[in-house]
């Protein structure tokens, strides 16, 4: 379910994406990014025809969570339209995502 991304295709996949897109900044190690994987991919299955959900390592990708002001894991950034609109950091409930998610949809 997950398009796995790097920073060289980041700006491609998320930013000239004609749908919203759910990007989960995240690491091998990360349990607390492993136990929201779930809540994604249920978003991003409800709404599979509007919304792209992709994944990037930053531990393998450091200059595009740079660029977003990502400093901790797990953060999910929806983008729409090519600009980031809604930012949640930490491990929180799938509604917490949803109501990220449904303004840009």
């Known amino acids: 379910m997950f398009i796995e991304v790097t920073d060289a295709t980041f700006d491609e996949i998320v930013l000239e994406s004609t749908t919203t897109v759910i990007a ?8 607390p990014c492993k136990a929201i994987e779930p809540h994604l991919v249920e978003l991003a299955t409800v709404h599979a025809e509007r919304v792209r959900l992709v994944r990037i390592d930053i531990d393998a990708n450091l200059g ?29 409930p ?11 949809l």
């Open 64 to 92: 595009t969570p740079s660029r977003f002001g990502v400093l901790s894991i797990p953060t999910v950034i929806v983008f729409a339209a090519g600009e980031q609109r809604a930012t949640v950091v930490g491990a929180q």
């Open 24 to 31: 989960h900044f995240t690491a091998p190690s990360c349990k």
């Open 94 to 104: 799938r509604k917490r995502y949803e109501q990220s998610l449904e303004p840009h």
